[in-house]
């Protein structure tokens, strides 16, 4: 059993930076792929970014890709998610999930635990 607990939320004005944590129990953190989706009011929840095991391969939505960074350091147990350049748009609840292997990591259905979610609000 793995439990996620998000930090480092916030408000920020766009253009800004923010990095999100994702501690994680449980001495299997190593063997998940790690996964970061966000949902915004009356919207569905949609994928960020995600990150293998080591940390070797990742993958980013196209409207965070060049902005966004996800990296993890198993040591900690911990993934992080690096944001840059924020924009009103990227205002949502950032939730961290867990996924017992880097495949149709895209999808929410392929994460098995999941964190309760940190608030990310950035102004205009």
């Known amino acids: 059993q793995v439990q996620l607990v998000e930090s480092g939320g916030g408000l920020v004005q766009a253009g800004g930076s923010l990095r999100l944590s994702c501690a994680a129990s449980g001495r299997a953190f190593s063997t998940y792929a790690m996964g970061w989706f966000r949902q915004s009011p009356g919207k569905e929840r949609e994928f960020v970014a995600a990150i293998d095991w080591s940390g070797g391969r990742a993958d980013y939505a196209d409207s965070v890709k060049g902005r966004f960074t996800i990296s993890r350091d198993n040591a900690k147990n911990t993934v992080y998610l690096q944001m840059n350049n924020l924009k009103p748009e990227d205002t949502a609840v950032y939730y961290c999930?867990?996924?017992?292997?880097?495949?149709?990591?895209?999808?929410?259905?392929?994460?098995?635990?999941w964190g309760q979610g940190t608030q990310v609000t950035v102004s205009s």
């Open positions: 999930a867990a996924a017992r292997g880097y495949y149709n990591i895209r999808y929410s259905n392929t994460y098995v635990h």
